[in-house]
């Protein structure tokens, strides 16, 4: 898989022909050019049977040392890469696999359980695009992580 860099423009763009909860980047851009999956028709994705891969619920630790040790704030990128880091023996085949949306199923993982923080209160949902910020239960949380 190829990595390409969009400025602004392009990137409000294609979020604006984006269906909300589905599509990727990816997805988008294959539905503007008229490149179609298996002659038009979408690949049906098969689910991981249960207990395969790292549970999204392992990612919660590590999102929140990365955090706390970068002084509460850092860069979406800066965070999911650190988790990898850390869990890099704890990842098994399945979670490096790339999914049906082109995106590696643990990095996925990562973002799902990020939106769950947010939910709990632990992580900011007003934060700047792009940067995850602890909330000040996302700080005790890390902080009682460490004993």
């Not at 919660?60 to 890469?81: C, F, Q, T």
């Not at 632990?122 to 700080?139: A, F, I």
Request: proline share 3%; aromatic share 4%.
């Amino acid at each position: 898989m190829k990595a390409i860099r969009i400025d602004e423009d392009v990137w409000s763009a294609l979020q604006k022909k984006a269906r909300a909860f589905e599509d990727t980047p990816n997805s988008v851009l294959r539905r503007v050019l008229g490149i179609d999956r298996a002659n038009g028709k979408r690949r049906r994705a098969h689910r991981v049977p249960r207990g395969v891969r790292t549970p999204q619920s392992e990612f919660r630790a590590p999102i929140l040392r990365i955090l706390y040790e970068a002084g509460g704030s850092a860069k979406m990128s800066e965070v999911v890469d650190g988790v990898g880091a850390l869990m890099q023996q704890r990842l098994n085949d399945v979670d490096r696999q790339t999914m049906a949306s082109g995106e590696i199923r643990w990095r996925n993982a990562v973002q799902w359980e990020r939106n769950q923080m947010v939910n709990e209160g632990l992580l900011r949902k007003d934060s700047p695009r792009g940067v995850w910020q602890l909330t000040v239960k996302g700080v005790k949380a890390a902080e009682s992580d460490e004993h």
